[in-house]
């Protein structure tokens, strides 16, 4: 799984980031997944190689609008783009309404269905390759991290068992090892009876806002990487500069490590962290701030940063992939 | 008046263009009004010096989302930097439950107040400096043009009424010069009595998205610059390949033509048109089909270009003034 970071600032957008979005690619390279959609989600993808027809489903942290006033126009866009397959959103039961009440104001009817499935109710949700599940975090309003786990972790046939139950060799064995249910012989045959699984699975932890990281002690287990908000330093939210609700860089490390998280990503920056120092403050601050609690492997997440986690449990950064063909010339659309 | 381009993209965002946003500047340099808030407005305004402190009003032409969904997230940025004053917002009535649902649901409390004032019933609006009236125009949904002139051209007072009338030279002239009304010796002495004009008042007219330019016949007169959409080329529109509610370069050409419209200024082109030829066709399509019925000055927009209508009704190019220091080290923002 690769995770393509969007935006990673808090509140509102600066010129080197943007506020919240974040990609995460599926290991066949064709599908994404979008956690959360602040304003702009959908400008910083025309600098990527991911497209509004390989998204195959949302999920929205919270409500707040950093994390999901780009909605309403990524949603346009891929109808305007031609999309016609269905998607599905998980987030807060406010969102829905609030998305079908832009669209029905500004009059733009979707050539797509829009399916929502409420993160408060959520058990869990699957596509072919993941297994999604919430985790209710701490903030100022309802606020939950997603927990994403590969499903079919490098299968391989179980042949012992293909032979014991006579099920013959050949395109039937190739349905069953791509994960399909099949028909043989009046019987019915489960994929995954079929199936081992050679390694264990890769799992990361996604969080929104919030600012009690212990809530994500269960769902971090067996996690390789937790990617987690660290808006200030602890320095600057002692001097009551900061808002509440928020991690600092130390309490998100301290608990990575009481946990031995192997990856930890940060995001979600305050704007007073800029790349050159300013009034004696800069991104470095979070970073050294981090390293003082946290000896696993820290990465400071940038915009357009590409990070991916391999089958080993590592983390390692991809080179940029940017799209020097404008988006627009692979589309028909129609204008507003 | 300076015009500054934010997004001249229609529908949706290219690489190289955004969705609608227009600044218009006061002569003074200190306030600007914003005509349109596609999505990311507020982040093209981190490329130009215009601040959210110096935005004196906001005008929508029309509902559709690639003029307005960047409204709720440049109104919440305005609140994080500290904005206090009142701000108007000349907008159809839908934009004015919109904007105050959205608030709503992502529980944004601003520290300013916001005054609607709907498109509709619009008579006029008035800031110290300028004058702003709405023509409706035709497209798919309601869609208005706004015509911006000058109230006060190069003012000089008019000395011979001031000594005729008893008024004493000295600080009381200074105040009726600046357009101040005093009081003196128990009368009321109204500014605009006592000032002469000595040029003819600029005069923009700026149109939303519309299929019928000759509307704005009215609107025009006497105005130096036309900005209008010109979404496709003629060929386009005959094809049948363009949607229904827009104008082409060439019946927006020809109408400036039937008025003699001096300055002429296209904007809104459809992704299909960009700078390098695709598929046989570019940007200079529309600058082709325009000249070969318009023999005024004839400009293209493109972000962030800054156009300057001189007193002498011409208009300008001035050099971008790019903002190189970070919008967000300005300010002390709280964190989303």
Redesign the interface.
């Given at each position: 799984m690769d995770l393509l970071f969007l935006g990673t600032?808090?509140?509102?957008?600066?010129?080197?980031r943007?506020?919240s979005g974040l990609g995460l690619l599926e290991d066949s390279g064709k599908g994404w997944y979008l956690i959360d959609c602040?304003?702009?989600t959908?400008?910083q993808l025309?600098?990527t190689p991911l497209t509004l027809h390989g998204l195959r489903a949302i999920f929205i942290t919270h409500?707040?609008?950093?994390?999901?006033?780009?909605l309403?126009?990524l949603l346009?866009?891929a109808g305007?783009?031609g999309r016609q397959e269905p998607l599905d959103i998980i987030a807060p039961t406010?969102?829905e309404?609030?998305v079908r009440?832009?669209?029905e104001?500004?009059?733009?009817w979707l050539p797509y269905e829009l399916n929502f499935h409420p993160t408060e109710s959520l058990k869990e949700w699957h596509s072919r390759l993941l297994r999604v599940e919430a985790t209710r975090l701490s903030h100022?309003?309802p606020s939950w991290a997603y927990t994403f786990t590969e499903t079919r972790p490098d299968p391989r046939l179980n042949v012992e068992k293909l032979d014991h139950d006579g099920v013959p060799r050949g395109p039937l064995w190739g349905e069953l090892m791509r994960g399909h249910n099949v028909e043989h012989a009046g019987r019915f045959l489960r994929s995954e009876d079929y199936l081992l699984f050679t390694r264990s699975p890769q799992r990361i932890v996604i969080g929104g806002?919030n600012d009690c990281p212990e809530l994500l002690r269960d769902a971090c287990q067996n996690a390789q990487l937790l990617v987690h908000e660290a808006?200030?330093t602890q320095a600057v939210a002692d001097a009551g500069?900061?808002?509440f609700g928020?991690s600092t860089a130390a309490t998100v490390a301290a608990f990575a490590e009481s946990i031995q998280m192997p990856n930890l990503v940060l995001m979600?920056f305050?704007?007073?962290y800029?790349s050159a120092p300013?009034?004696g403050q800069s991104i470095e601050d979070i970073r050294a701030e981090a390293g003082q609690h946290y000896s696993g492997q820290l990465i400071l997440a940038e915009d357009l940063m590409r990070l991916r986690l391999n089958k080993t449990g590592q983390v390692e950064r991809v080179e940029r992939h940017v799209r020097y063909d404008?988006?627009?010339?692979k589309?028909?659309?129609?204008?507003?």
């Amino acid at each position: 799984m690769d995770l393509l970071f969007l935006g990673t600032s808090s509140g509102a957008p600066t010129r080197a980031r943007n506020v919240s979005g974040l990609g995460l690619l599926e290991d066949s390279g064709k599908g994404w997944y979008l956690i959360d959609c602040g304003e702009a989600t959908q400008h910083q993808l025309l600098r990527t190689p991911l497209t509004l027809h390989g998204l195959r489903a949302i999920f929205i942290t919270h409500v707040h609008g950093d994390h999901c006033y780009g909605l309403p126009g990524l949603l346009a866009s891929a109808g305007m783009a031609g999309r016609q397959e269905p998607l599905d959103i998980i987030a807060p039961t406010a969102i829905e309404g609030w998305v079908r009440a832009t669209l029905e104001m500004s009059q733009s009817w979707l050539p797509y269905e829009l399916n929502f499935h409420p993160t408060e109710s959520l058990k869990e949700w699957h596509s072919r390759l993941l297994r999604v599940e919430a985790t209710r975090l701490s903030h100022r309003v309802p606020s939950w991290a997603y927990t994403f786990t590969e499903t079919r972790p490098d299968p391989r046939l179980n042949v012992e068992k293909l032979d014991h139950d006579g099920v013959p060799r050949g395109p039937l064995w190739g349905e069953l090892m791509r994960g399909h249910n099949v028909e043989h012989a009046g019987r019915f045959l489960r994929s995954e009876d079929y199936l081992l699984f050679t390694r264990s699975p890769q799992r990361i932890v996604i969080g929104g806002d919030n600012d009690c990281p212990e809530l994500l002690r269960d769902a971090c287990q067996n996690a390789q990487l937790l990617v987690h908000e660290a808006t200030y330093t602890q320095a600057v939210a002692d001097a009551g500069k900061a808002n509440f609700g928020h991690s600092t860089a130390a309490t998100v490390a301290a608990f990575a490590e009481s946990i031995q998280m192997p990856n930890l990503v940060l995001m979600h920056f305050s704007a007073r962290y800029q790349s050159a120092p300013n009034r004696g403050q800069s991104i470095e601050d979070i970073r050294a701030e981090a390293g003082q609690h946290y000896s696993g492997q820290l990465i400071l997440a940038e915009d357009l940063m590409r990070l991916r986690l391999n089958k080993t449990g590592q983390v390692e950064r991809v080179e940029r992939h940017v799209r020097y063909d404008a988006r627009a010339s692979k589309t028909n659309q129609p204008d507003g």
